[in-house]
């Protein structure tokens, strides 16, 4: 299975704020979508950075809650690992472990196309494991 197989399962939709907006504003998102990472935009190319909760929970506990009145743009990450449509899940699992990133957006042709989180990579590793377990049940119960 591969990044595009992934996004067709689950969706294109990625969620982006400007890095001119409040981290208090990030948050709000977040809450309200119920999701870990914002992409960033407002910079050159298809995205400027990522900001997760872990950037906001690390900020908070530097700063306290004055981290919350901070642009985007102060926490978010900007080394930002992506991937293709063509990358296959098992490449993105230990491209997320070996770097320690939970969210890894997708970029063809200079244009964001997707966002994946290891909940994504988990979920649809999960289903193949289950698909092959129902074919091999199938195999040996058909001989």
Same mark, same amino acid.
């Given at each position: ?20 907006? #409040?981290? $208090? &504003?990030? @948050? ?5 979508? /119920?999701?870990? %990472? *914002?992409?960033?935009?407002?910079? !050159? ?6 900001? #997760?909760? $872990? &950037?906001? @929970? ?5 700063? /306290?809650?004055? %981290? *919350?009145?901070?642009?985007?743009? !102060? ?69």
């Amino acid at each position: 299975m591969n990044v595009a197989q992934l996004l067709a399962s689950k969706g294109r939709e990625v969620a982006t704020i400007n890095q001119e907006r #409040s981290v $208090r &504003d990030a @948050v709000a998102m977040l809450k309200e979508r /119920g999701i870990g %990472a *914002l992409v960033v935009v407002g910079g !050159a190319g298809p995205l400027t950075g990522i900001l #997760s909760e $872990r &950037d906001v @929970v690390r900020a908070i506990a530097r700063e /306290g809650a004055d %981290a *919350l009145d901070l642009r985007v743009s !102060a926490l978010m990450s900007t080394d930002v690992t992506t991937c293709t449509e063509a990358t296959s899940v098992n490449q993105l699992m230990s491209l997320m472990t070996e770097k320690r990133i939970r969210h890894v957006p997708v970029v063809e042709s200079s244009l964001l196309v997707g966002l994946v989180s290891i909940g994504d990579v988990v979920k649809a590793r999960v289903n193949e494991l289950e698909s092959e377990k129902r074919d091999l049940l199938d195999y040996v119960s058909a001989r």
